[in-house]
């Protein structure tokens, strides 16, 4: 390289001024054609992405137009009355399902009803994106194979304009994605077909779909169906509108930071987000793939609980797991669904950010009575540490800076409801920093700050990894946290507020901590709406803080929102979808029952409470070392013969010694603590002797219960977790920590 440079310089001083000349004018030409070539190409992309909008929002508006007068035809024709119509959207699921299953109804005739009602909730809300044209067909068929009916048999579902289905634009909201239709199909929807359901419109989304104000340039702006000039909430606001507005009996969404609740609570119905990897996440828009430290999950959203729950029956089933062997396979455990207990159940108003509005506060006392009044235990909770939470969860999810946010949406539309966020991903670091630092002193809101630094994202893969274990971190203190509350579940607000008028949420972002602390946790969470707006709760605003900018906008913005529902969250502990599914509140008993999952070490812990295990070095400290144990052994006097016929017993052989009470826990142990010891000797294998195990064995004998692996000996990797053992790693640093 340097000789090159070299040999170049020297060229150029040989050269005549008229070449340098020469020379500089086809550099400056380059760099100048491309810089215009550039600028060009970008213009071209712009007006391209602005004709491609303009022919899909035309595609669309003729797509919903169409169908309104093939229906206006079956209407005019007398094939479904108003009546009809009206008595076909008024059934719950249950009675639904079971006019559809008798044959009563015919799955065309609930498609067209359901149709007829979701055209007219899109005139009032815009909900609606697209037209899904196959259901007719679909519909068709499920009458004609009547004699073959699946436990969906004839449901029309809508879905959120995410949810990839071959021949549709999944655009997420960004020119980017037109014209690109999917090829494939989301696999939840193969799975709801086979059990019958018939998809039939698409729903409108945020763009990006990373804030819950549900608007973007191609689909415009959804409107909450209590009230057109607020807001639905979102991402998957599309869905709670059609369904809060009774155009949908069962719907999808998804959700990474509030997108499947906010809505429910929003617009008054129900949605479950479970834990990551229990739904099958294949044939999502996967805008933000790379980003795996809070993943998002799809989910149902509904009208009723009982709906969730029979949809949650029909998704966990062999086929969702034969399409997507990354998921779970676990079958929905009617066991826990039906398990009737008295729980202890933790609550919260305010998560010590921003203090929940006052009708997001009564719904959760008001539940919180109910539930004592059934005989549950209800304990206050403080959540660990919500700005360490917000700061974590924003550094995870906008980790590149919003980078590849300004990048997708450098020729597009961006739509003016992220437009701040947008410009200010684009300023200068020093200049956003500054905004930053302003912005809190004219707020006066500290999670100006947290909100503002965390979405600088992450320098380096350092940094990256240390945010991994940063968010461990937090997890397991909330589990402890959690356990020492002795908790089986947890009742909090649904969001911190009800619906805002458009265009406020930019300014409002604060109340997104009370739905991401559980996508950070993946802890499964459902919505419910519990209770309406009442006077009560505008009139309790005197007694709400007015301290910072934040606390006067929620105050401004909901001082008219009589009415508008009011949700709930309830949360679980990972995998326990089927505990939540059964909340039923307000009108309906709240039945939640709980089974405790075990925690992050379980393997560790399940082993050693079976087992009593074995070995160690202790490197001359004061816990028993190998020395020790070889002479306490050697007390012993076990024979050699005995010790052979030990060691020589297959792990089914010993297993069935144990169960039939021929051999003991403390044999067992005693003859593979001198085995262990012997290879130690030869090999240097063990680190550290588990120091009671020799107690563990004897209380296994005493006790009457013999688990599976009662009696057998495990030895443990030095980086499994045991409460009074560093877990080095090999590393000095690490060896205070226990
Ligand atoms: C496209 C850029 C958007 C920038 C908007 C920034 C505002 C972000 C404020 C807080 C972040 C928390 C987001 C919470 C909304 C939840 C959205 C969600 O869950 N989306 C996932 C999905 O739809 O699957």
């Not at 966990?316 to 729980?343: G, Q, T, W």
């Not at 913005?557 to 709930?568: A, H, Q």
Request: a neutral charge; hydrophobic letters at 35%.
């Amino acid at each position: 390289m340097d000789r090159m440079i070299r040999t170049l310089w020297k060229q150029w001083d040989s050269d005549s001024p008229k070449e340098k000349k020469i020379v500089i004018g086809v550099i400056a030409g380059s760099y100048l054609s491309y810089r215009a070539g550039k600028l060009l190409h970008h213009y071209y992309k712009k007006y391209e992405n602005n004709q491609k909008i303009r022919r899909k929002q035309e595609e669309c508006r003729e797509s919903k137009e169409k169908l309104e007068e093939f229906l206006m035809e079956k209407k005019s024709l007398r094939t479904i009355s108003r009546e009809a119509v009206q008595r076909i959207v008024s059934l719950p699921f249950n009675d639904l399902q079971t006019e559809l299953q008798s044959g009563k109804i015919t799955a065309v005739e609930v498609l067209h009803a359901y149709q007829i009602k979701a055209l007219e909730v899109d005139k009032l809300t815009n909900c609606i994106t697209e037209v899904i044209w196959e259901a007719e067909e679909i519909a068709l068929s499920r009458d004609l194979n009547a004699n073959k009916k699946g436990p969906l048999h004839g449901i029309p579902i809508s879905l959120k304009e995410s949810y990839m289905i071959p021949g549709y634009d999944c655009t997420a909201g960004l020119a980017f994605y037109l014209d690109k239709p999917a090829e494939q199909e989301n696999v939840l929807v193969q799975v709801l077909k086979q059990a019958g359901a018939v998809p039939f419109v698409r729903t409108n989304i945020p763009q990006g779909m990373m804030t819950y104000e549900c608007s973007n340039p191609i689909h415009g702006i959804t409107g909450n169906p209590h009230d057109p000039n607020r807001i639905p909430g979102g991402s998957s606001g599309g869905e709670a509108a059609l369904i809060a507005g009774g155009g949908s009996i069962l719907g999808f969404g998804s959700d990474i930071g509030g997108s499947l609740r906010i809505p429910a609570h929003m617009c008054g119905c129900c949605s479950l987000k479970p834990t990551v990897g229990r739904l099958s996440d294949k044939g999502q828009n996967d805008f933000g793939t790379g980003q795996t430290l809070v993943n998002a999950t799809p989910g149902p959203m509904a009208a009723e609980v009982d709906t969730l729950v029979s949809c949650m029956k029909c998704l966990l089933v062999p086929k969702m797991f034969h399409l997507d062997p990354a998921v779970s396979p676990v079958l929905f455990r009617n066991e826990i669904y039906e398990e009737k207990r008295k729980l202890n159940i933790g609550f919260y108003v305010d998560d010590g950010s921003l203090k929940s509005n006052p009708a997001c506060q009564r719904a959760v006392l008001e539940v919180k009575a109910m539930l004592e009044s059934q005989g549950h235990t209800l304990i206050p909770f403080e959540p660990v540490d919500i700005s360490k939470m917000t700061e974590l969860f924003i550094k995870a999810t906008f980790a590149d800076g919003g980078y590849s946010f300004v990048d997708i949406l450098s020729t597009d539309q961006v739509d003016p409801t992220i437009s701040n966020t947008i410009m200010a991903f684009k300023m200068p670091k020093w200049l956003y920093k500054m905004v930053v630092m302003v912005g809190r002193l004219l707020t006066k809101d500290h999670m100006m700050t947290v909100f503002g630094n965390s979405f600088l994202g992450v320098k380096s893969i350092t940094e990256y990894w240390d945010l991994a274990l940063e968010i461990e971190e937090y997890k397991t203190e909330f589990l402890k946290k959690w356990r020492d509350n002795k908790l089986d579940a947890m009742i909090c607000p649904g969001f911190a507020y009800t619906a805002i008028p458009h265009g406020t949420v930019q300014y409002l972002t604060s109340g997104v901590t009370y739905t991401i602390l559980y996508n950070l946790l993946n802890y499964p969470a459902g919505t419910l709406k519990v209770t309406n707006v009442k006077q009560q709760d505008i009139d309790n605003f005197k007694d709400y803080p007015s301290n910072t900018y934040t606390e006067k906008l929620v105050k401004e913005n909901c001082k008219d929102s009589v009415g508008l529902p009011v949700g709930v969250q309830f949360v679980g502990l990972p995998y326990q979808e089927e505990l939540k599914l059964t909340l039923q509140v307000m009108d309906r008993l709240i039945r939640p029952f709980w089974k405790p999952d075990e925690d992050r070490n379980r393997s560790a812990k399940i082993l050693c409470g079976v087992v009593a295990a074995v070995y160690i070095s202790n490197q001359g400290k004061t816990k028993l070392s190998k020395a020790q144990l070889e002479e306490h052994l050697k007390g012993k006097e076990i024979s050699t013969n005995t010790i052979k016929r030990i060691l020589s017993l297959s792990f089914k052989e010993l297993q069935a010694e144990l169960q039939s009470g021929k051999l003991s826990a403390v044999d067992v142990l005693n003859v593979y603590q001198i085995k262990a010891l012997e290879v130690d000797k030869r090999t240097n294998c063990i680190t550290e002797l588990v120091q009671d195990s020799e107690e563990r064995a004897k209380q296994l004998d005493s006790d009457r219960k013999k688990g599976p692996l009662y009696g057998i000996p495990v030895s443990i990797k030095e980086t499994y977790t045991m409460p009074g053992y560093p877990c080095t790693g090999g590393m000095m640093f690490h060896f205070d920590e226990k």
